[in-house]
């Protein structure tokens, strides 16, 4: 294991109705909110009107931010910062994935600065304040539920920038696996697949003596596996939503990674892809992450045995080297993203041109000072090159 | 899963060193602190020197209180209340195992109290303010340096309570895998099947759709168990020290036991039997915890089955029923315990005598309202004492 620094101060309330009474929870640190979420359906099935219900309770002023779409982009975080400012708002409540959430992490951090938010994602300043964030989760798959990172694009710029900080942990989580019924199955899919994405890009790592991270990580890719397939068939099942939710935040929340050199490749090259395209990014990393594995397991396997031995149950003795288990292994990770409705290439995303790549690889080794991204195996632009074509 | 709330804002520093600058963690709680250890080890091998000379870095004053007892009693904590309270310190740094830590904790929350602290525990009166603790980990296995809960003897009243609240949460706890080295194989041991014990309170429970926590659990308990032996060969090996110490942080900090309900019947008998003889907890728990399943499995096998496939990589299909599977799982943590130089039965931890078992079993079940103990298996009186015959 490798020295470090862990904390994840974020409160969990998970289980049934937390939400109903979330003005309790958000009085402790505000009574002036910003309901930040996305395109609204939280108005129609009855959960915004349980939240303001609940706000109400506890006399907490609020104005409300909604429109934030998938990769959450710059120009609705401005729009919230400036809220925020001219209403002296001290707190976002963020209701809805990823999306909505990241996009109230980076207003939380630009209210206090001012300068451009943005200058923290690109690498120019760092926050010293920030105003506090909590979450009511309503699709499974991020994480970001519980970390202290985001990721924003901006369309003018063409970039896709993720940025972490303490200051960024939510400082409560509402998980209710109820509020995730309604995710209509191609987003649930995605979030399984990122999910996955999330503990395989801590557990391909050459960092020794991490078998507790890998014995945990192994398990909980099963468990997203087996129930990621079940969910398809009963979306309304609250125990496997329960499953799915909370792995998904175990899988992200950095219980998995700490004390490991991690890798993040899959990541890099979707952020890229998702910059030029704006796909959804579960669905990208379903494609790129076995055209990556096919990439990588001939030149370090040794993942790939542990993955086959401890996830996939082959009794590894009989094959006669590694290489065909890594084979078998990605096998197994194809045909389950494809059995639960994933894309198999990146044409399946749409109108993808191949005369693009070189550019997204460039700007892919543009986010590294040596050029190369990824640890497990180091990849050069032309690596990158390689894994899109195969993704193709 | 069950609703709940989850917390555990503990930062972490894991890795060698981070003691030698301890000073600046702590300076922004408190400049007037109470160094709290045990037996005065800490002053031989050079451990007090370098927090001393940190807290010197940053103008922070000390008062020390050494002395902590395994098993750790209230007269020294009134006496930390005491010193506390004359010298207005407002910060505890605990420098030892769960005992210095527990005690620590009892501390910080009878420091603000008028009372007596030990109204806490008896479930008399709620804490409402605490002043801090932070931890340097010496010894693995009780979890302490990341929960909210600590455990306290009392010797004129026989009783062993535990008690916890978010109040007494480290604010951080470093853990250096060298400071370990030196912890002699006995106590080495006994934190091993701590921790193992740790998961199985947990683990042992009939709530369904927990497979991501059980998965991890699994994933731990081999980790333990494999390093567990290990590390009799090689006391200074900093990796297998470093699996072992992390695993055991896990164990505890109750990543694996959110959403269940838990057992902690072997738990309550051996605090019962400390309170009684003030024997090693880790021991008592090697011989309790073999017993504890003997009597359980034939009512209630499936989490053996469980353990039997997922840990020993039984392949369960041949084995005509469960009850077969449960006693193999059964002799396997005997004889792992035997192996890593546990004792076997009760016997062998000193002078027991057979009649107080009716006194010990009737104080496991004073700590219900119900009179029974355990949830995988409710226990009642009578079947605690077949338990302590058994482990005898």
Redesign the interface.
């Known amino acids: 294991?490798?020295?470090?620094?862990?904390?994840?101060?974020?409160?969990?309330?998970?289980?049934?109705g937390?939400e109903n009474d979330i003005g309790k929870e958000i009085v402790k640190y505000s009574k002036n909110v910003l309901l930040h979420f996305g395109s609204g359906s939280i108005k129609k099935n009855g959960l915004y009107n349980r939240i303001l219900k609940s706000l109400n309770d506890y006399d907490i002023k609020f104005t409300e931010l909604g429109g934030v779409q998938s990769n959450p982009k710059t120009n609705l975080i401005y729009e919230g910062i400036q809220i925020c400012k001219s209403k002296n708002i001290d707190f976002v409540l963020a209701i809805g994935g990823g999306s909505v959430i990241d996009s109230a992490k980076a207003i939380a951090i630009g209210v206090p600065y001012d300068g451009d938010f943005y200058d923290f994602f690109e690498g120019k300043e760092n926050p010293q304040k920030a105003i506090k964030i909590g979450t009511i989760l309503t699709i499974s798959g991020s994480g970001s539920e519980s970390i202290s990172g985001a990721v924003i694009s901006d369309l003018e710029k063409g970039t896709k920038l993720s940025y972490g900080n303490p200051l960024m942990f939510p400082v409560f989580s509402v998980m209710n696996p109820e509020l995730t019924f309604t995710v209509p199955k191609h987003l649930t899919s995605a979030g399984i697949v990122d999910s996955i994405s999330h503990i395989l890009e801590r557990y391909f790592s050459n960092t020794?003596?991490t078998?507790?991270?890998?014995?945990?990580s192994?398990?909980?890719i099963?468990?997203l596996m087996?129930?990621g397939l079940k969910i398809m068939e009963c979306p309304m099942d609250y125990?496997?939503r329960?499953?799915i939710m909370?792995?998904s935040k175990?899988a992200h929340d950095n219980?998995l990674g700490?004390?490991k050199k991690q890798d993040w490749s899959c990541h890099t090259i979707s952020h890229e892809i998702a910059a030029k395209y704006d796909f959804i990014h579960g669905n990208i990393l379903a494609v790129i992450i076995p055209a990556w594995m096919k990439f990588v397991y001939q030149k370090n396997n040794f993942k790939f045995v542990e993955l086959g031995k401890n996830v996939f149950e082959l009794d590894i003795d009989i094959y006669e080297n590694g290489k065909e288990v890594g084979e078998i292994v990605i096998r197994k990770f194809k045909e389950y993203f494809k059995n639960i409705g994933m894309p198999t290439c990146l044409r399946d995303l749409g109108n993808v041109n191949k005369d693009d790549f070189c550019e997204i690889a460039k700007k892919c080794s543009n986010t590294t000072l040596s050029g190369t991204i990824g640890n497990y195996v180091r990849l050069t632009e032309e690596n990158i090159i390689t894994i899109l074509e195969a993704s193709y």
């Open positions: 294991m490798l020295d470090g620094t862990f904390e994840n101060p974020t409160k969990i309330f998970f289980g049934k937390f020794l003596y078998e507790c991270t890998d014995r945990m192994e398990g909980i099963r468990t087996k129930y125990d496997i329960s499953e909370w792995a175990i219980s700490f004390g």
